[in-house]
């Protein structure tokens, strides 16, 4: 027979669990559009067209401050309250306005995109400035290099989501890093070959030149490698342990995420390094 304590414990704990179902319940009517757009919003917020925002679900969760389910009057509310700090239509719909005002933040959350809208390309540290990964860390064994700084706080990174997420630890494929420094020669290399320049008049300056950015496995779709951009793979990672403990922690590490991509993190403890070639040219965003 359970103890007249223990009862009384029992209530607290049912009292104490009840706000925080009633919050998620109470906002606009405006949480019904949100659960069909969440699969029907047609919009392009990365040049790209593409169907609903299930991919970006955590990150506009984690940005209102929301742990309520995306479709609930709770997550409206809190997108509501977002919008109006930002003289925005406060209606809590996800919509394209508000999204493009989101991204935009994100976007001005990575130094390599300021500077690349200031007309800049990095320049790519010398081999001998950068940090082998262990063989562990990389993805299937790969060896990549990083800027030692940037190394380290990846491992503390990785460090802790295995703490807090055992299951993490228990595969090491789980934030390991299938792509890191990248030489702008084996990328323009690979831009000639893919043809996917996408019409950039300068030569391709992806982040990957920096020794700042990393490619984490953060899972994937059945049949697709775990960099492919395919919105049913970008669907796949967004619901993984390991991308939603990325977006609620990673920041505390420094590390800042591109939304297009789930595995794809830059580090902002250092500066990119200067652009050694700083002659004007048309500056098209670059795919990371
Ligand atoms: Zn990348």
New binding site residues.
């Given amino acids: 027979m359970r103890s007249y304590k223990g009862l009384l414990l029992l209530a607290f704990g049912l009292a104490m669990a009840a706000p925080a179902q009633a919050v998620c319940d109470v906002g606009p009517e405006s949480a019904a559009a949100n659960s069909a757009s969440i699969a029907s919003l047609a919009w392009a917020p990365f040049r790209r067209a593409e169907t609903g925002w299930y991919v970006y679900a955590p990150r506009i969760a984690h940005e209102i401050g929301s742990s309520c389910a995306f479709g609930s009057r709770g997550f409206a509310a809190a997108l509501a309250r977002w919008q109006a700090a930002r003289q925005l239509p406060s209606h809590g719909r996800v919509d394209v306005l508000t999204m493009s005002a989101m991204i935009g933040g994100w976007h001005a959350q990575r130094p390599y995109v300021r500077l690349r809208a200031s007309g800049s390309c990095p320049a790519a540290p010398e081999l001998s400035a950068l940090a082998p990964a262990t063989i562990s860390e990389g993805y299937g064994g790969k060896l990549v290099l990083l800027r030692p700084a940037a190394l380290a706080s990846y491992r503390q990174m990785r460090a802790a989501a295995w703490r807090d997420v055992p299951v993490l630890a228990s595969d090491k494929r789980w934030l390991s890093i299938f792509?890191a420094f990248r030489a702008p020669v084996d990328d323009a290399a690979r831009c000639a070959i893919e043809q996917n320049c996408q019409g950039v008049v300068r030569a391709n300056c992806s982040?990957?030149r920096t020794g700042l950015?990393?490619?984490l496995y953060v899972g994937q779709a059945r049949g697709l490698p775990p960099e492919s951009s395919a919105d049913s793979n970008r669907i796949a990672m967004s619901r993984t342990p390991a991308y939603r403990w990325l977006v609620q922690n990673a920041a505390r590490f420094g590390f800042v995420n591109?939304a297009f991509?789930p595995?794809?993190w830059e580090w902002t403890g250092e500066a990119p390094l200067p652009d050694s070639d700083p002659s004007p040219g048309e500056m098209v965003p670059d795919a990371?």
Avoid: L, N
Wanted: proline share 0%; aromatic share 18%.
């Fill in positions: 792509s982040v990957h950015a990393i490619d591109y991509e595995w794809h990371e």
